[in-house]
């Protein structure tokens, strides 16, 4: 099956649950998305953006300059699961300083055009990554190393969705190929593999983070390199 048309927000939900072998619920009710967030790996917000429903206005707060670095992301792949444990734990204790967030803006070239691309690059903004970010995070986590020009235009569909980029999407959102296959269209590599323990706890600590200021992640980051030393 090949992504030729991005279809209704409906079908596009129907088919993630039925990646996960759920019945489909249109419209979604919350408990409906909690549980396909659940169940595919992806978030309450992602799959809102599948559905095509209003993301909360606090979702899309961030320090820019922030988001999960590639020293963060590369010290948290390298640790063993006890202490990746007590990293995302750390982040998720972590709370910006008031007025240090602010809401995101577009920018011009961030206006993407309907498809399967540009929502997944949704998604990574959801986790306050620009196609930089994105770029060095998917290459990590992925070992699909792509110039964050190339990020940029399977957003904007001037670069087709392939395998190998699905693979590069599936790590760095934390779902399985086979989650975001089901929902493409995109035909999954031969040698696609499952996730590994620690691509998925990098992959929730990129979400953790997501709303922490360039200083806090500076000392998450340095806590994750005490961690490795210990």
Request: one cysteine or more; aromatic letters at 6%; glycine letters at 8%.
């Amino acid at each position: 099956m090949e992504p030729s048309t991005y279809p209704e927000p409906d079908v596009r939900l129907a088919r993630l649950a039925d990646a996960v072998g759920l019945p489909p619920v249109w419209p979604p009710t919350r408990e409906f998305l909690d549980g396909l967030a659940e169940r595919t790996g992806l978030r309450t917000p992602d799959l809102l953006l599948v559905a095509d429903l209003p993301v909360p206005g606090d979702t899309w707060l961030f320090d820019e300059t922030a988001g999960a670095s590639s020293s963060l992301v590369a010290r948290s792949l390298a640790l063993p699961a006890s202490a990746r444990s007590l990293l995302r734990a750390r982040a998720r204790s972590m709370t910006a300083p008031a007025h240090t967030l602010a809401t995101r803006e577009l920018r011009p070239y961030e206006r993407y055009p309907p498809g399967f691309g540009s929502l997944l690059l949704r998604m990574l903004a959801l986790r306050n990554l620009n196609w930089s970010g994105a770029a060095k995070a998917m290459c990590l986590m992925s070992g699909v190393c792509k110039a964050a020009s190339t990020i940029g235009a399977v957003g904007r569909g001037a670069k087709p969705l392939d395998a190998e980029m699905l693979d590069g999407f599936a790590a760095t959102l934390g779902a399985p190929v086979a989650v975001l296959a089901g929902l493409t269209g995109v035909r999954p590599a031969a040698e696609s593999r499952e996730l590994a323990p620690e691509v998925i706890d990098t992959a929730a600590l990129v979400w953790e983070v997501r709303h922490v200021t360039r200083d806090q992640e500076g000392r998450l980051t340095e806590y994750a390199e005490a961690l490795g030393e210990g």
